[in-house]
């Protein structure tokens, strides 16, 4: 079986003699490579800057750390199922496929992120509250919001044909992303336990020198990494994709053959 | 894709496949691939636009109840003054309440701390259960949970609220924190 290189990933080598067996199909591309590089020298970085240069605060102490990474996360998870809603709305009008699969494969990313946030939410909770969770307007909003994105990755794994998938999971796509105005703003519309925004918003966020700087750098890393993981997550649904056809191609030649086999003519 | 077979097939039907041989060559059930296959509709623009509208109601709906669900101000806590003027109503009931705690107030108790609670100049005398937080202190802002008992405030549980400030450390800093400690030390 051979299947189409993913959209972005180099072509075959030129020096390769036609019919020398099926191509080896990758994920891989010179842009992914230099993006992989990037988000691993800026992770060591971070973990340079956030763990040892930057000093501690003067009330959270070392637990001022897990925020170099709590932020990050989530804002990598916003952009995320931003981009699912966006890629939804251009499923809707275009039907394409690319759309259709930039809009999950951004879903699983943006899933992996946020429960990621939680992680490291929840344990800052317990070092700075002294509890891991309470049922607060942000802490709340965010479960709901976990739980809706976990649902459209579900309704995706319902077997059903193409257009139908992507119909329905563009729907849950545009509907979802509803929520993230809400549960950014909850620190500010709601009494809540959870501190107000951290970067965004704050004209004066009060974070000076290393902090401020190793929180920026947190953000762009794992907007990196975010942008990298993006990008072979699409190509491998992509190459899942072009094997559903490739097995599809074989299940109709075979009923074929049956039903030459058995009616002794063509299929009707 | 559509392959029906034959004994199911209406002949008398408009849709039915053509019969005869001929009619094999022309069914296309190869699958279009590639990036850009299309996901082909059998419906059309207008019926595109009502769902639109249908999702854009259930989109406002969701958003509003969300909105109405969460925005009683008072579902997370009471601010200590709040909770001193609804008193009566609150007498017996669990709930959560907010303010800053009285510098030298902090004294060790047998099962905890006692202390007092303020906000807007309200202040409410707090029997705690329990080892306090790690950041808890002077002029933190708190949340306790537990209920009232006659005048005081019986606590079992203390939430540290922290606010989106931050500072670097640095060696005058902690002299200070140290000797608030200190004083909060000598006071209990």
Known sequence: MTVDNPPGTARPAAGRPPGAGPVPAHTGSR??????????????????FGLWLSPPDTQLGETIRILYMHVPTVSAAYLAFVITAVASVAYLWKRTEFWDLLAASSAEIGVLFFGLTIFNGMLWGKI???????????????????????????????????????????????????NIPITHKAVDWWRGLHQEKTIFGTVDPDMRGLQLFSAYLGLVVFLLLFAWLLIHRFRVAWLAERVGDADLDVAIAERRAEGAQVGGGTPS | MDVNPGHLDDPESPDAAPVGDAAAPTLDVTP?????????????????????????????????????????????????????????????????????????????????????????????????????????????????EGTFEGGAFRSDQILIRHDNTYDEENPERIKDAEKDAQQAGAAG
Do not use: C
């Open chain 1, 31 to 48: 842009a992914t490579r230099l993006l992989g590089i990037a988000s691993l020298v800026g992770m060591v970085a971070l973990v340079v």
């Open chain 1, 128 to 178: 700075t509250w002294g509890v891991f969770w309470r049922w607060e307007p942000r802490l709340t909003t965010t479960a709901v919001l976990l739980l809706t994105y976990l649902g459209y990755l579900a309704v995706r794994q319902i077997p059903s044909d193409r257009r139908t998938r992507g119909t329905v999971s563009a729907v849950i796509g545009i509907m979802a992303v509803v």
């Open chain 2, 32 to 144: 279009a691939t590639g990036r850009h296959t299309v996901h082909r509709s059998g419906g059309g623009r207008r019926k595109l636009w009502v769902g639109a509208l249908g999702l854009g109601l259930v989109v406002v709906a969701l958003a509003a109840v969300l909105f109405n669900g969460l925005s009683d101000a008072s579902t997370f806590f009471y601010n200590v003054d709040e909770a001193v003027a609804k008193r009566s109503d609150l007498q017996g009931d669990r709930f959560r309440m907010q303010g800053n705690v009285v510098p030298g107030s902090v004294t060790r108790t047998a099962d905890g701390v006692d202390f007092t609670i303020t906000y807007k100049g309200v202040e409410v005398p707090v029997q705690h259960a329990g080892d306090p937080p790690e950041l808890f202190g002077p002029e933190i802002p708190v949340v306790l």
